[in-house]
C-alpha cells in the first residue's frame, strides 16, 4: 500500500512537471513568433515605391539577441519617431520562414530562407542597409546586435544624407556634421 501511494505521488509530481514545463515553452514559443507578426513583403514594396532607405534585419525565433533588439530598441517609441523623421523603413526577415519578400537589389521574389542565403546571413540578428539613391544596392552590413543609441545615430547619419558624403566615423568626429 505504501509503495502504491509513492508511486501515485510521484507520478503526480512528474504530471506537474511535465505540464509546467510545457506551459512555459508555450509562453515563450509565442513571445518569439511575436517578432514575426508584422509580413515583410508589404514593408518592403512600401520603402522602395516611396524612396524611403531600408533596413533588413535576419532574426531566428530562438535569438536572444534579436529579443534584446526588439525589447530595447526597435519597440521603442524614440526610436520609431527617428524612423518616420530619417524616413527609414525596416523589415523584419526570418531566416527559418517560408513568407515571400522580394530582394531590394534585384527586384526577384523568393521566400525568407532564400533571401538570408542570398546576403549569407550567418549570425543573428544581422543588420542590412539598402541606399535609395543607389537603386536599393547593399549600403552596410551590421552582424549582430547594436544598442539604441548607437542604431539611432545611425539614423540620423542616413537621414541627413551625409552617408553619401563622409564615412560614419568622420561623421561622427565632426560633431555630427558633413
Not at 530562438?62 to 524614440?78: A, R
Not at 525568407?112 to 547593399?138: C, G
Amino acid at each position: 500500500m505504501k509503495i502504491l501511494k509513492s508511486l501515485s505521488v510521484i507520478f503526480t509530481l512528474m504530471l506537474v512537471i511535465i505540464l509546467f514545463s510545457c506551459n512555459k515553452n508555450e509562453s515563450s514559443s509565442s513571445s518569439k513568433v511575436e517578432k514575426f507578426k508584422v509580413d515583410p513583403l508589404p514593408v518592403i514594396e512600401d520603402a522602395m515605391k516611396k524612396g524611403k532607405f531600408l533596413i533588413l534585419i535576419f532574426e531566428s525565433e530562438s535569438c536572444q539577441y534579436c529579443t534584446k533588439l526588439h525589447k530595447e530598441v526597435l519597440e521603442d517609441l524614440d526610436f520609431k519617431q527617428k524612423l518616420i523623421k530619417n524616413n527609414v523603413a525596416i523589415a523584419i526577415i526570418n531566416v527559418y520562414g517560408d513568407r515571400e519578400v522580394v530582394d531590394p537589389e534585384t527586384r526577384k521574389y523568393m521566400n525568407e530562407q532564400i533571401l538570408a542565403y542570398v546576403y549569407r546571413v550567418q549570425s543573428f540578428p544581422t543588420i542590412i542597409f539598402f541606399d535609395p539613391n543607389k537603386n536599393y544596392k547593399k549600403y552596410a552590413v551590421i552582424p549582430g546586435f547594436i544598442n539604441k543609441q548607437k542604431f539611432e545615430s545611425i539614423l540620423d547619419y542616413l537621414g541627413s544624407g551625409c552617408y553619401e558624403k563622409v564615412e560614419y566615423r568622420k561623421w561622427l568626429k565632426n560633431g555630427e556634421k558633413c
